[in-house]
C-alpha cells in the first residue's frame, strides 16, 4: 500500500513557474515507478510525465517536453515535477501515481495508487 500526497499547486500568471511535490509513504514506495497526470475541467485525465525507480527511466507527454522537469529523490520518498513557461492550457488538477509497469507507461490504467491532486491554475 502506497499513500500519495501532492502539494505546491497554485495560481499564477502565464509565463510563470511552479514545482509540484508528490510526498509518498510507505515501506516500498521508492520500488514503485511514478507519473503525473492532469486533468482539465470538463476533459479526461491525461499523462504528462513519468520517471522509473531510480530515476534513470524518464517520460513526458508532447505538451510537457521543453517546459516541465521529473524528478525523484527516494531518500525523501518524493517526486517533484517543475513547470516552466506556464500557459493557461495547462490550468488543470495535477496528480502523482505509483506504478510497477516497465516500459514508458502512459495510461492510468497502468497506475495502481493515486493522490488526490493539487489544483494549478494559469492565469493569462
Known amino acids: 500500500q502506497v499513500q500519495l500526497v501532492e502539494s505546491g499547486g497554485g495560481l499564477v500568471q502565464t509565463g510563470g513557474s511552479l514545482r509540484l511535490s508528490c510526498a509518498a509513504s510507505g515501506r516500498t514506495a521508492s520500488s514503485y515507478g511514478m507519473g503525473w497526470f492532469r486533468q482539465a475541467p470538463g476533459k479526461g485525465r491525461l499523462f504528462v510525465a513519468g520517471?522509473?525507480?531510480?530515476?534513470?527511466?524518464?517520460w513526458y507527454a508532447d505538451s510537457a517536453k521543453g517546459r516541465f522537469t521529473i524528478s525523484r529523490d527516494n531518500a525523501k520518498n518524493t517526486v517533484y515535477l517543475q513547470m516552466n513557461s506556464l500557459k493557461p492550457a495547462d490550468t488543470a488538477v495535477y496528480s502523482c501515481?505509483?506504478?510497477?509497469?516497465?516500459?514508458?507507461?502512459?495510461?492510468?490504467?497502468?497506475?495502481?495508487?493515486w493522490g488526490q491532486g493539487t489544483q494549478v491554475t494559469v492565469s493569462s
Open positions: 501515481a505509483a506504478t510497477v509497469a516497465l516500459g514508458f507507461p502512459t495510461s492510468q490504467g497502468s497506475y495502481r495508487y
Open positions: 520517471i522509473g525507480t531510480l530515476g534513470d527511466r524518464i
